[in-house]
């Protein structure tokens, strides 16, 4: 499905019975291929903008309130737009737009009273980033014809989610949003807050494999491990002050100083600064088009993220087992938060359609559920529907 601005512009007008044409906007979700939780350690990530996107209309309005409607649940959320830096988290979707205004007003940006539109093609908490969509198509219709500095409106989504929303996530599923590249993964150096595209091989195609499930676990889990990463570093900072996150970490440092940690963090941070090494394996296997070598980093991070960060679950195990015993499928990980929604393939493109009979089957007979795929092609990043 794609969202035009016309569908969307209809939609609006419908919902809000307005004269007003509403300007319309888009943010991808994305699909990190590899570098899980390294992020917020200030490390490599790699993810791919999708064609799957978040749609954000937005029209000026005369009752004084920031009102919002999401098509996808069909519901309305409203704060007074003036009062827009007082709001407080209700622990609600209305959260993620309420946050978005909030850090805009802070960075001096009125919050005008309007109407937003929402209307949202990525699959909500499937790892896939339906959140940072959202935040960033909301902030680009709250902008309007205001501009702002690409990596600014990154940070600030961030800043909306972390503080607002309250779960201390990284950069990459806003910056991925905001500079998702046509054709291309993107290498995102999360200490410097650089990127360079990295281009993938024909031969592979990427499929994402949704397994439906949602441990609760999750945003809980989530914390504890930044809370555990922080406490490796603490460790080996005893050793080595120069040491500010895990990304200083080399391997060869960390084999020195693991004694040194205790042991749910000493595991924590071997996913980290291994996975770190993998990501600038996979790019440079990805551009000399070494697919064996792609698959092998796939699985040995999956294996680091069910060993080392105890993030993975049944389902995803299976997916990824299931999968990576099928011919013509080159590698299988989890992808995401954990504990659930997607695992990450590297797909023969002659093989998809066998792929997905195999998984489908074997997934129902284990767990009767039947999972969903979705094809990732990579696509831009955010901005205006015309
Ligand atoms: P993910 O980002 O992996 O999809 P999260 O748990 O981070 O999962 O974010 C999912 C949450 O984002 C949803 O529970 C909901 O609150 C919000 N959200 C995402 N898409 C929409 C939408 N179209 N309308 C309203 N809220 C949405
Ligand atoms: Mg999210």
Redesign the pocket.
């Known amino acids: 499905m794609v969202v035009t601005a016309s569908a969307l512009s209809e939609a609006f007008l419908q919902q809000f019975q307005t004269r007003h044409a509403p300007d319309c906007f888009r943010a991808p979700?994305r699909v990190n291929l590899i570098g899980e939780h390294t992020d917020y350690n200030q490390g490599l990530v790699l993810p791919i903008a999708l064609e799957m996107a978040?749609y954000v209309a937005v029209a000026s309005a005369s009752h004084g309130k920031l009102r919002v409607y999401?098509?996808?649940?069909k519901?309305t959320r409203e704060w007074p737009a003036a009062k827009i830096g007082s709001a407080l988290p209700e622990h609600?979707?209305?959260?993620?737009v309420a946050g978005v205004a909030q850090e805009l007003a802070r960075s001096g940006y009125e919050i005008a009273p309007c109407d937003l539109y929402?209307?949202?093609e990525?699959?909500?908490?499937?790892?896939?980033?339906?959140?940072?969509?959202?935040e960033v198509a909301t902030a680009l219709a709250l902008l309007g014809h205001r501009s702002m500095d690409k990596l600014e409106l990154a940070k600030l989504c961030q800043r909306a989610?972390s503080r607002f929303v309250g779960?201390p996530?990284g950069i990459m599923?806003q910056y991925a949003s905001v500079f998702g590249k046509e054709g291309a993964a993107i290498q995102i150096d999360c200490r410097n807050l650089e990127y360079r595209a990295v281009r993938l091989p024909p031969e592979v195609r990427i499929v994402a494999v949704n397994s439906m499930v949602?441990h609760e676990l999750?945003?809980s889990a989530y914390r504890e491990r930044v809370a555990e990463c922080n406490e490796a570093v603490a460790a080996i900072r005893k050793a080595n002050s120069a040491v500010e996150s895990l990304r200083d970490v080399t391997p060869e440092c960390f084999k020195q100083v693991q004694n040194s940690i205790p042991s749910t963090p000493r595991k924590r941070a071997r996913h980290i600064i291994t996975e770190n090494e993998r990501v600038s394996k996979f790019s440079a296997a990805a551009t000399a088009v070494d697919l064996a070598e792609m698959g092998r980093l796939f699985l040995a991070s999956h294996r680091s993220m069910q060993h080392d960060y105890e993030i993975s679950c049944e389902e995803l195990d299976f997916l990824v087992e299931t999968a990576v015993s099928l011919k013509g499928i080159e590698g299988a990980r989890m992808t995401?938060?954990g504990f659930g929604?997607c695992t990450v393939n590297l797909v023969r493109p002659d093989a998809v359609e066998c792929f997905r009979k195999k998984i489908i089957s074997a997934y129902e007979e284990r767990f009767r559920i039947t999972p969903l795929f979705y094809e990732c092609t990579p696509a831009p990043g955010a901005g205006a529907l015309l």
């Open positions: 979700g978040c999401s098509s996808n649940l519901q609600d979707w209305g959260d993620y929402i209307r949202s990525v699959p909500e908490g499937a790892g896939l980033s339906s959140s940072a969509s959202l989610e779960m996530c599923d949602k999750g945003s995401g938060g929604g």
